[in-house]
């Protein structure tokens, strides 16, 4: 793994992010808890995808151990992408971080239907959950990191943050079946991963340029 500037500069932060991390799950008040669950009936997610009974375990490169349930092909592709910056510009991800697919209809939010799809994951819901609070909310180093990933992702991936109710740790595949913009998307990141100095562990996500770029896409967003 790539020890590189952007992700250094977010781990020089990283004491004063657990310590206010673990205040902030032992403050969580009933207040904060997630919606009441309901149970999702159709045969698809609410990004349109066809719900299955399982999915393949995807190995998340760069995270020793970690594996998600995911979608085959352009999706976990996309995913995957997502999962590896956190992992390398936020946090090492560790077995258990990262949720993909399930099969429990259960849900608090019409977009957790998108985790019976394959398409959709949570990182660490645990440490952003579903309805959270500010207490529980990430750091705008963190965020900078979230919307430089997403800014890479053009449109085809969506989070949480910007939904109600707010859930952080949750990343979607924001495009319907067939949609060019997916596999176009999943075709750069493979090209970035086979260019040696492109791609996941190799971004400076707080280099000006790249904040522009990201402030301007969710301006336009």
């Known amino acids: 793994m790539t020890d590189h500037p952007s992700r250094r500069r977010v781990l020089a932060l990283g004491s004063?992010?657990?310590?206010?991390?673990?205040?902030?799950?032992?403050?969580?008040?009933?207040?904060?808890?997630?919606?009441?669950?309901?149970?999702?009936?159709?045969?698809r997610s609410a990004n349109g995808w066809v719900i299955g009974d399982r999915a393949p375990r995807q190995r998340l490169e760069g995270a020793a151990g970690v594996q998600v349930p995911l979608l085959d092909g352009d999706a976990s592709t996309v995913l995957l992408y997502v999962a590896r910056r956190f992992s390398y510009e936020i946090d090492t991800l560790r077995p258990g971080d990262v949720h993909g697919h399930t099969a429990d209809r259960h849900i608090g939010a019409r977009f957790e239907s998108n985790y019976l799809s394959g398409t959709a994951m949570a990182i660490r819901p645990l440490f952003y959950p579903l309805g959270a609070d500010k207490a529980t909310a990430m750091t705008e180093q963190e965020r900078t990191v979230v919307r430089d990933i997403l800014a890479d992702c053009q449109d085809v991936v969506a989070w949480g943050g910007d939904f109600e109710p707010v859930k952080e740790s949750?990343?979607?595949?924001?495009?319907?079946?067939?949609?060019?913009?997916?596999?176009?998307?999943?075709q750069r990141i493979q090209g970035w991963d086979a260019t040696p100095g492109q791609g996941a562990g190799s971004i400076d996500a707080?280099?000006?340029?790249?904040?522009?770029?990201a402030r301007k896409a969710t301006a336009a967003g």
């Open 170 to 186: 949750h990343f979607q595949i924001d495009v319907p079946p067939g949609d060019l913009r997916l596999s176009r998307l999943a």
């Open 16 to 43: 004063a992010l657990g310590i206010g991390t673990a205040l902030a799950l032992t403050s969580v008040t009933p207040a904060a808890a997630a919606p009441k669950a309901k149970v999702w009936r159709g045969t």
């Open 206 to 213: 707080f280099a000006p340029a790249r904040v522009r770029r």
